[in-house]
């Protein structure tokens, strides 16, 4: 039902997530706000399932930047 983890964004001038593992390996990371993490790792295998941690960097239009951190848990 959920086959991506997808932050929706308005009025973006930059924007950035970055995904890692349990072991701190950045395992995603993506610029564009229209590409969602899919549960792929950066060589496009499948992700065990498991909890891993985002963070995600954006700056608004108006200069306001905000940072969000949390973890996302991957079931297969």
């Known amino acids: 039902m959920n086959d991506v983890f997808e932050i929706n964004v308005n009025d973006i001038a930059s924007y950035s997530i970055s995904i890692y593992d349990r072991w701190g390996q950045e395992i995603f990371n993506s610029t564009n706000p229209a590409l969602p993490w899919d549960g792929k790792t950066k060589g496009a295998t ?21 940072k969000k951190q949390g973890f996302v848990q991957l079931i297969r």
Do not use: L
């Not at 909890?51 to 905000?66: A, E, F, H, L, P």
């Open 46 to 66: 499948d992700a065990p399932a498991g909890v891993y941690y985002y963070t995600i960097q954006s700056i608004c239009k108006d200069g306001r930047s905000n």
